[in-house]
């Protein structure tokens, strides 16, 4: 279904029926990405004394449970309850159900820029220098949402052991920057937006969310973070509608599903 459209005075079109996936598919029991060395996600079939849920046990069905830690198993999206005291779920915060964003490719590198707590010398960036590069000519209008890929890009990254290979994450300057740009939906391909190893601060979770020592802030309730996400190098940069879809969890993270449809100049 193609829709065409105005925006800030320029016409647009979108086919609804060709779309990229951003998501890392939750493989229960393979190939996985993990964060924390946190147990893999897991399914099995249910059994009780009458029952099994496999076919190929001769159940009358499939019917398995499953195992997961969203935060650390695969493509998830996170709301401000991630850091916050008070229990904000995921279900609640996100309303929009199309994000007008823009998806930018940078290489993370070693930087002058800061970090608290204090960075390593082997720690790489995520900086504001290369934000406001890509995103220079880019009108707000399409931040509302903004897709990092970072490079190098291969697809390892969907089964990537991140204590075998330590992520990229956020500078200070970085993340207020994008504050400042008054992005509201993050989706990057990084298992965080700070440090794994960070003493517990999460100073860039902090800055987007504007939670100062973590304490709610109700005009930041509806902005989402979603990390471990895959951008196929075929995907160009650009602007795009984003869904973002998620299960109804009442939980502060739950897996996701990215969905972008590319927006065309008329």
Known sequence: MNVNFKLGGKSYSIDFSEYYDLSIPVNFNGLQPNTYNVEKATSSPYRDDDFIGDTREGGPC?????????????????????????????????????????????????????????????????????????????SDAFLEGLIIRTYPNSKIKMSQDYMQQPPPFFSIEAMKYLRK?????????????????????????????????????????????????????????????????????VSDAAPSRPLIFKLNDI
Not at 80 to 105: D, M, W, Y
Not at 198 to 227: Q, V
Request: one cysteine or more.
């Open 62 to 138: 499939n019917f398995e449970t499953f195992k997961i830690t969203p935060h650390c198993n695969g493509t998830h999206t996170e709301c401000i309850g991630h850091i916050t005291k008070e229990r904000i779920s995921i279900n609640l915060a996100l309303k929009e159900v199309f994000i007008k964003s823009t998806l930018i490719s940078v290489t993370p590198n070693n930087s002058k820029e800061t970090y608290f707590p204090n960075l390593n010398s082997e720690d790489l960036l995520i900086t504001r220098h290369m934000l406001e590069e890509k995103l220079n000519n880019i």
């Open 181 to 249: 740009r008054g992005v509201e939906h993050l989706l990057v391909d990084t298992p965080s937006v700070d440090r794994l190893f960070d003493d517990g601060i999460l100073s860039s979770h902090n800055i987007f969310w504007d939670t100062e020592a973590k304490k709610y802030n109700s005009n930041t309730k509806n902005y989402t973070i979603t990390e471990m996400i895959y951008v196929d190098e075929k995907i160009e940069d650009g602007k795009y509608l984003l869904n973002l879809q998620i299960p109804s969890f």
